[in-house]
């Protein structure tokens, strides 16, 4: 995962977030959004949520669960990215289409 290719995140331990200056012409809505969904995921499962972009520009969530915890549940988070798709579909297929807009010809 290329570091530039990295979207937003959010972390539950440290409570931090992180959005890509590099996507700062998304709308406002768009990028509070985001950070509602990262925090409020993260704070849920317990974990740091990372959104990128693929290859293909669509949209990537990424759960990264700290080492330590031994009671982080995989398959729980595993559906809970699938709910946050599933209930976010439009705000993920569109970012997809903004991607690649904007950044899907950079590099050949």
Known sequence: ????TILCGANADAEKYYFNP????L???VQEELRSLT???AE???CTLLVSFGEDGDPVLHVIRDDNDFLFDEIEAELQVRRLQREHEE???SLGEYYRAFFG????
Request: aromatic share 12%; hydrophobic share 40%.
């Open 44 to 46: 849920e499962v317990g």
């Open 27 to 29: 709308p406002e809505a």
């Open 39 to 41: 925090v409020l995921f």
């Open 105 to 108: 010809q950079e590099e050949t």
């Open 1 to 4: 995962m290329e570091e530039t």
């Open 91 to 93: 705000l993920f297929t």
């Open 22 to 25: 590099r996507y700062a012409n």
